[in-house]
């Protein structure tokens, strides 16, 4: 009598359902990440953006209303960032950072600036669009 020697039909069906449902529930979390990782750019952007005009506003005790007046390019991009723009609202200075469609689309970060008593400036961040899952938790 011969023994069985490698797999059943069933038992193959069986591994081929399991690594069909470990990649519907993997490609999908993979893409948010890839996302994710794509708006990190535009944080770092805005990370520089930020210390430039803290140090105009420190210097002229006015916030810059345009990326050339705050010593920037005027055209900000990178990879996955479409634009970058400084401007000066009220008593606030504003960062705003965009993506193109391809990356992320709607979404915008706003950075706005407050000065404290001191003239210490700190800066809150705020997210717009239609998938702000992909921001930062601070941004949400």
Known sequence: MRGNNGFT???LMIVVAIIGILAAIAIPAYQD???RAKVSEGIAFADFAKTT???YYISNNIW???NASAGMPTAVSGTY???LQVTATGNA???TVSFPAAVASGIKIVFTSSVSSSN???WTCSGSGPNVKYLPSSCR
Request: negative net charge; charged residues 15%; without cysteine.
């Open 9 to 11: 039909l069933i038992e």
């Open 93 to 95: 200075g504003v960062i």
């Open 81 to 83: 960032v479409s634009d």
């Open 53 to 55: 005009v803290s140090e």
């Open 64 to 66: 810059p209303s345009t």
């Open 120 to 122: 210490v400036v700190s």
């Open 33 to 35: 990440y890839t996302i």
